[in-house]
């Protein structure tokens, strides 16, 4: 069992930045891969990104693609989501989730350890 926690949410101007957290406990991160997904109000939950064990191979969503990335720093068994240029359309509470995978190269949104989630606010 994985124990994943979020963090760095906040309340952002538009076209500002944030750096969201994700750290993940219960093995060592390079056997897993890691995904952000978010829930804006109203809307249904959706994957934005993903990075695979070795973090060569990441994936985006076509609304968030050259505004956000997704790196990951196994030595502190964190993923981070760099997101720039921030819009309002971008609020919403975001997920990050886990899972082992025997692939090193790629990952996906089939996700079975969730963390609880940070809320991110972009308004004037």
């Known amino acids: 069992q994985l124990q994943v926690v979020e963090s760095g949410g906040d309340l952002v101007q538009p076209g500002g930045s944030l750096k969201l957290s994700c750290v993940v406990s219960?093995?060592?991160?390079?056997?897993?891969?890691v995904a952000w997904f978010r829930q804006a109000p109203g809307r249904e939950r959706e994957g934005i990104s993903c990075?695979?064990?070795?973090?060569?191979?990441?994936r985006y969503t076509d609304s968030v693609k050259g505004r956000f990335t997704i790196s990951r720093d196994n030595a502190k068994i964190t993923v981070y989501l760099q997101m720039n240029n921030l819009k309002p359309e971008d609020t919403a509470v975001y997920y990050c989730?886990?899972?082992?995978?025997?692939?090193?190269?790629?990952?996906?949104?089939?996700?079975?350890?969730w963390g609880k989630g940070t809320l991110v606010t972009v308004s004037p």
């Open positions: 989730a886990a899972k082992f995978l025997r692939l090193m190269a790629t990952c996906d949104y089939d996700m079975n350890n």
């Open positions: 219960g093995s060592p991160l390079g056997a897993i891969a």
């Open positions: 990075i695979s064990r070795n973090g060569y191979y990441t």
